[in-house]
């Protein structure tokens, strides 16, 4: 098999643009309808994508006035489009920080066992004091802290999910037997962060592990995603800094005793597409004139961790910034604009105008062939194993990417033309399902 794309749909409720929701297209009230979910998880399905992802935090996020917020609980919506779909993986977020691994490993692995073996797990430290305020916190734990309590959370959810064997269920109805408590392992966990004494209370599911995805791009955030990482989300402006990233990345990997190729790199792209150049100009235009600048200053001003009034419209970036050292929330997006201002002497308006689309992420306007080409050229180049999608607009962004550069990737023997047999979303990934680190030779059932 030649090495194909791997695409991921991230939805985010009426899309990726800060000003989609005032499009007449538009509806306001999308981000908690499930039908409008539920349409898009088709359309990522007819296009076969791999995954489709919802992010998530604790905390109400955004400015109420900006943009539509407050969003349904992603483990829930993705239950029910397990229901709607039957291919796609289902990838939901939480945070390692505000969760305890006993709760959080049981409803992956119900997903898992709902969806057919179609869950994925992007996980989060989650950055922000807000978050931290919401569960008895002054502040938010230092970056390292969490990042430290993230690994032992993983280590505590594989034993959980590990703690029944997979055969541990043997329905012998002539015997008497149901189950087999030999094959059922409580964690007995005493860590720093976690005592967790019992078995987990649901059968070991399809993947035996979610999919385990993982978004940051710190240091600390390579090193974690080096030792558990399957898929990680990343943003990346330049096609430079995505090679380096994914180099990098797939070093850290090997040298962490992994296979590089568990680890499938997948940065941000928001296409903006038009059946010609000029009209993907104009929808970029267009999305650029609703964007409320006032709003977009107070978010820049508390990513930049600045008081309130410290930017100006029309000027640059203040040069006294801090280093990434001393950012204690979201490090590598910090950098990212940073660096993204000071290489395009971009006035804070502009960036502001840059950021509308995708926060960060590469926006590129296009016709399909272009977005096409510019995919097929960081997938061939070692920048890329797939692409999360985040359509400026939805739904019409991936109707307009399924209907028109889907056909075109397929064309060119970079992305499936069709799902096949059902599968599990590590076998989409062409990843393998773990062993049960409980599991002997001597105790498998034969
Ligand atoms: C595509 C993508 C999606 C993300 N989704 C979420 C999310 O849903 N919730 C969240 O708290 N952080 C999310 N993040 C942020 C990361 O988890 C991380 O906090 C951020 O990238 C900074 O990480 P760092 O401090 O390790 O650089 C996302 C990042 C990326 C690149």
């Given at each position: 098999m030649p090495r194909q794309l791997h695409l991921n749909a991230f939805l985010m409720n009426t899309g990726h643009h800060e000003a989609s929701w005032r499009l007449p297209e538009s509806d306001p009230y999308a981000h908690v309808d499930l039908a409008h979910y539920v349409h898009l998880a088709r359309v990522a399905e007819r296009g076969t994508f791999d995954s489709l992802f919802l992010a998530d935090g604790p905390q109400l996020w955004n400015n109420l006035a900006q943009r539509p917020a407050g969003a349904l609980e992603p483990l829930t919506l993705l239950t029910a489009l397990a229901t709607a779909t039957e291919h796609i993986g289902l990838i939901a977020t939480a945070s390692t920080s505000y969760n305890s691994p006993y709760n959080l490993a049981r409803r992956f692995a119900s997903l898992d066992i709902v969806s057919g073996g179609r869950a994925g797990w992007n996980i989060v430290t989650t950055a922000g004091a807000e978050a931290a305020r919401n569960f008895g916190l002054d502040a938010e734990p230092a970056h390292a802290e969490r990042y430290a309590r993230a690994g032992e959370f993983l280590d505590v959810a594989f034993k959980l999910w590990d703690s029944w064997e997979d055969d541990a269920i043997v329905a012998d109805k002539a015997a008497g037997v149901w189950g087999d408590d030999a094959r059922i392992h409580p964690p007995r966990h005493r860590g720093t962060y976690f005592q967790v004494e019992g078995a987990l209370n649901v059968p070991r599911s399809?993947?035996?592990?979610?999919?385990l995805v993982q978004a940051g791009s710190s240091e600390d955030g390579k090193r974690f995603a080096a030792r558990y990482a399957e898929a990680v989300f990343t943003a990346q402006q330049t096609i430079e800094d995505a090679r380096a990233f994914y180099a990098d990345l797939k070093a850290r990997t090997s040298a962490a005793?992994?296979?590089?190729?568990h680890i499938k790199v997948l940065p941000g792209i928001v296409p903006v597409i038009g059946s010609t150049e000029a009209e993907a100009r104009e929808l970029e235009r267009t999305l650029e004139e609703h964007i409320v600048y006032a709003h977009g200053v107070g978010r820049l001003e508390s990513l930049l961790h600045l008081p309130s009034g410290a930017l100006e419209l029309d000027a640059p970036l203040p040069d006294d910034l801090p280093s990434e050292?001393?950012?204690?929330?979201?490090k590598s997006r910090y950098t990212l604009v940073v660096e993204l201002a000071r290489r395009e002497r971009l006035t804070v308006r502009e960036l502001i105008g840059r950021l509308g689309?995708?926060?960060g992420h590469l926006t590129f306007a296009g016709t399909p062939e272009q977005v096409a080409d510019a995919i097929e050229t960081w997938f061939t180049q070692s920048a890329a194993d797939g692409f999360n999608i985040m359509p400026p607009v939805l739904p019409s962004g991936l109707d307009a990417f399924v209907d028109h550069v889907v056909p075109i990737l397929r064309a060119r023997g970079l992305l499936r033309a069709e799902y096949g047999p059902r599968t599990t979303l590590r076998e989409r990934y062409g990843l393998p399902r773990p062993a049960n680190q409980y599991t002997t030779r001597e105790n498998a059932l034969v």
């Open positions: 399809p993947q035996g592990y979610p999919l005793g992994r296979d590089p190729g050292d001393a950012i204690e929330g979201a689309g995708g926060r």
